[in-house]
């Protein structure tokens, strides 16, 4: 499979750990799911599509792992967002585990951009994010620790011009890690930023993999093969486990050598 090494790591640390996950449907969320089932984590994941996310409990049980938790939720609705953490808790216990990776990268431009389009991006890419740490934040703490993973975007790094808002959103949520980091850091709450670079999920290879743009990537990264969602998965769970205890406030890059 693209994008899969003959030995992922394994870690110790992961195993039974309780794992919140938004965004779990599909793309890079839905290899998140997949990786630290195969951790033997206890996850749980939010998506907005239903259909989807069902059928990526199905494959991944069929698979013989074990089986996550799907809750339905807009991240828009922050209710519902804290509804699903407190759900996740009381079935597996306290969350030691969060993956910021929900975000929709819908090209705009700056003169269709209206107020009320404007704030749906900010409510779709950076909110939650704040809003899900606050909620886990807590009984990280009394559980004597805990992963924060936030999800940016090497977008605001190269100044992508035709998606302003979304560039804007990516760009706070390194802001947003680093102020966490410190406040939650006496808590022993690690909170890292994922960057990753233009990744081949089945959206941006069916939308915008055209062409010119296999022509960038040969231009722009230095390395030349793809980056897949499992590349940034993997990743992610080292900065979950506690071999990365000692990583925080830091933003980690993975995009081939993009930037």
């Given amino acids: 499979m693209q994008g899969l090494i003959d030995q992922p790591a394994r870690y110790p640390s992961l195993k039974d750990r309780s794992v919140f996950i938004t965004g779990g449907g599909s793309g890079i969320g839905e290899s998140l799911v997949e990786h630290f089932c195969g951790q033997g984590a206890h ?40 509804a699903a953490v407190a759900s996740a808790q009381a079935k597996h216990g306290p ?18 951009v209206t107020v009320d389009y404007w704030d749906d991006r900010m409510a779709v890419n950076l909110r939650p994010q704040f809003f899900a740490a606050q909620a886990v934040r807590d ?20 100044g992508d011009p035709d998606c302003p808002a979304y560039v804007t959103a990516k760009a706070a949520i390194t802001g947003l890690t680093r102020a966490l980091a410190r406040e939650f850091g006496p808590e022993k709450i690690r909170v890292n ?21 296999e022509r960038q990537i040969e231009e722009r990264q230095c390395l030349r093969e793809r980056v897949y969602p499992a590349d940034i998965a993997r990743m992610a769970l080292f900065l979950a486990a506690d071999d990365s205890r000692m990583c925080t406030s830091q933003h980690f890059i993975v995009d081939g050598g993009w930037v």
Avoid: Y
């Avoid at 698979?63 to 609705?77: E, H, Q, T």
């Fill in 95 to 112: 969350i030691r585990v969060l993956c910021n990776n929900a975000g929709n990268d819908d090209r705009h431009w700056t003169k269709d």
């Fill in 43 to 82: 996850v749980t994941f939010v998506d907005v599509a239903a259909e989807a996310s069902q059928a990526v409990v199905a494959r991944i049980a069929a698979k013989g792992l074990p089986a996550p938790d799907f809750i339905r939720c807009d991240l828009r609705n922050i209710e519902e967002l804290r």
């Fill in 139 to 158: 009984q990280m703490r009394d559980a004597g620790g805990g992963s924060i993973i936030n999800f940016g975007s090497i977008t605001w790094m190269v």
């Fill in 193 to 213: 930023c994922m960057i990753p670079g233009w990744v081949m999920t089945e959206r941006q290879m069916k939308l915008w993999l055209t062409p010119a743009g």
